[in-house]
């Protein structure tokens, strides 16, 4: 594919985030490395990756806000219609706080929260979270925005979290952790 095609909806991606934006996980979207669709009205843009028929999308989808709801329905039918489902990782309250339908939806569950407490806690020797959160208070910010995980259906799938992790990983998750384990 010649640089112009792959630029052109990359320069398309580029120019809705710098209207639409609101967070660092609206300007992600740029990566490389992300795939990119767009709303058929040409007005909304989700970036995301793909992870074992899931499509793990980083941050709510980019688009007015009034168009959002909208937008997020056509990527999900875009993804059924593909044979594929959707999570959203990142999409912080922007996406929690609209009217879905929260049969269709399921937000975190506790024991996402506990597995996530877990790593951040033993994950220490792997994984400088220290540094990471001096790093953030640098920043000084008034407040820090949750990081939120949705996913489609009633409860919240350990495969999501599976695709999470492999899309973050850029492979199989466990390989990864297995890696680390070896490297400790």
Known sequence: MADSAIEAPRERARELVLRFGWNAAAYQILNPGIELWFSSAADGVVGFVRHRRMLVVGGA??????????????????????????CYFGAGERLDDRDVDDAAWSRQPVWLRFVLRWVRLYGARFYNFSGLDAFKAKFNPEEWEPIYAIAEGASFPPRALYAIAGAFSGGVPIRLVLRALLRA
């Open 61 to 86: 989808p980019v688009c007015d806000l009034n168009r959002l709801e909208a937008v997020a329905a056509e990527f999900v039918a875009y993804a059924h219609a593909h044979g594929e489902r959707v």
